[in-house]
T-cell receptor, first 113, second 110 residues
Framework: DAGVIQSPRHEVTEMGQEVTLRCKPI?????LFWYRQTMMRGLELLIY????????DSGMPEDRFSAKMPNASFSTLKIQPSEPRDSAVYFC???????????FGPGTRLLVL | KNEVEQSPQNLTAQEGEFITINCSYS?????LHWLQQHPGGGIVSLFM???GKKKHGRLIATINIQEKHSSLHITASHPRDSAVYIC????????????FGKGTLLTVNP
């Protein structure tokens, strides 16, 4: 398997623009996680899906952030409108079940100017 | 207050040295992960353990449930081991949510 795939790897955008990050989990994994990593706050869980259903979105910063998982092989994280403070690395991870080892994607490095 | 504390924050070693990174966690964490992140790179899960010891190559992870403490050891360190090492705990009561330590930046000089 190719591992968790994320796109784009880098994104530079201007404040106010919509940003969509994409993730393809490892086939057969039923749990998907979106994380954000910043120097100040480290890694933070944004949202957790189980069998394509959002279970915990308490980490989503505000209404500007939304995430979907329309099927078992695809998830998106959308920021609209984007702000400079959203600049961070966004990781997607998947695991066979919620309590097992999480496999991280390469991350999307987002810069909002 | 972070429920997962790592030490040291930064560690510099010479190639070949034995390295230990420590992680202390609060009540309620049922399993511990060790992750590795190379500069500008992705995150790799090294170990997940809830008791005892695990070994993979030159890496050894131990956990002491009673003392709420885990260690990651690297034997015969190599410059390619230079990375940030992060411990993360599964919060008790949640089988999915990880609480992350702030990471230990390891630099191994040749």
């Amino acid at each position: 398997d190719a591992g968790v795939i994320q796109s784009p790897r880098h994104e530079v955008t201007e404040m106010g623009q919509e940003v969509t990050l994409r993730c393809k989990p490892i086939s057969g994994h039923n749990s998907l996680f979106w994380y954000r990593q910043t120097m100040m706050r480290g890694l933070e869980l944004l949202i957790y899906f189980n069998n394509n259903v959002p279970i915990d979105d308490s980490g989503m910063p505000e209404d500007r952030f939304s995430a979907k998982m329309p099927n078992a092989s695809f998830s998106t994280l959308k920021i609209q409108p984007s702000e400079p403070r959203d600049s961070a690395v966004y990781f997607c991870a998947s695991s066979l079940t919620a309590a097992e080892t999480q496999y991280f994607g390469p991350g999307t490095r987002l810069l909002v100017l | 207050k972070n429920e997962v504390e790592q030490s040291p924050q930064n560690l510099t070693a010479q190639e070949g040295e034995f390295i230990t990174i420590n992680c202390s966690y609060s009540v309620g964490i049922s399993a511990l992960h060790w992750l590795q992140q190379h500069p500008g790179g992705g995150i790799v899960s090294l170990f997940m353990l809830s008791s005892g010891k695990k070994k993979h190559g030159r890496l050894i992870a131990t956990i002491n449930i009673q003392e709420k403490h885990s260690s990651l050891h690297i034997t015969a360190s190599h410059p390619r081991d230079s990375a940030v090492y992060i411990c993360a705990g599964h919060s008790g009561g949640s089988n999915y949510k990880l609480t992350f330590g702030k990471g230990t930046l390891l630099t191994v000089n040749p």
